[in-house]
């Protein structure tokens, strides 16, 4: 499977008979939809078995422009990044700057409505193909909420190659829940590597885990 491939349901009901169309014609992006292996259309990201040097946050083009060898991190607030959804294409050029990308950390929060934990998984995936399409090295990004997200959080993660994730932000009394959840992506997705952005608040998954700096490690803070 090709997971760069893709095909095309873009269009309104008259734009056939359209001359131009305008910049939020196709908010959903539906000019691509990726080949997926699940019943959510999630689509499928393809493997890669690169291990980052480092990584530096998207909104910082100054450090990915310092360190080209590192893999472009979303562990910030979603605002920071929704551009790259709302301008898909355009993110190419800045992601190309660097060796390559962890997929978006679209939040999926404990009580979220169903459908909108659904979408932000489906379009960290989305993003993600769309960047191997482009031949950009890409490690999938692994979010999930309450066990009930379990069934679709996981579904467009290959197997056995790394998979990023972050323990940012995580309460005490949000541990046990979050530990559940890592437990269920090595079960479903038996990664090659963890990648780690900051620090494992409990359990420790028997894989190879790398831990990479915060920003705010980095500070000293």
Known sequence: ????????????????????????????????????????????????????????????????????????????????????????????????????????????????????????????CWMGCLWQGAGIDVIPTAQWAEPETFSFCFAGLPEHGPVAVSAVGVRPNEVAEFDRGLRELVTRCQPSHLIVYGKLPGYVPSVDVIYYPTHWQKRGE
């Open 1 to 124: 499977m090709n997971a760069g491939r893709s095909y095309s349901l873009s269009g309104t009901r008259s734009s056939d008979r359209w001359d131009w169309r305008p910049g939020s014609f196709d908010r959903l992006n539906l000019r691509h939809i990726f080949p997926s292996e699940n019943e959510w259309g999630i689509p499928s990201l393809a493997r890669t078995y690169t291990i980052p040097s480092s990584l530096a946050a998207w909104h910082d083009i100054t450090g990915i422009k310092k360190n080209p060898a590192s893999f472009v991190h979303f562990f910030l607030d979603d605002y920071h990044f929704e551009s790259v959804w709302n301008k898909p294409e355009r993110s190419i050029e800045k992601i190309s700057l660097a060796a390559g990308a962890l997929s978006p950390d679209f939040s999926v929060l404990t009580g979220m409505p169903r459908a909108t934990q659904l979408y932000q998984v489906y379009r960290s």
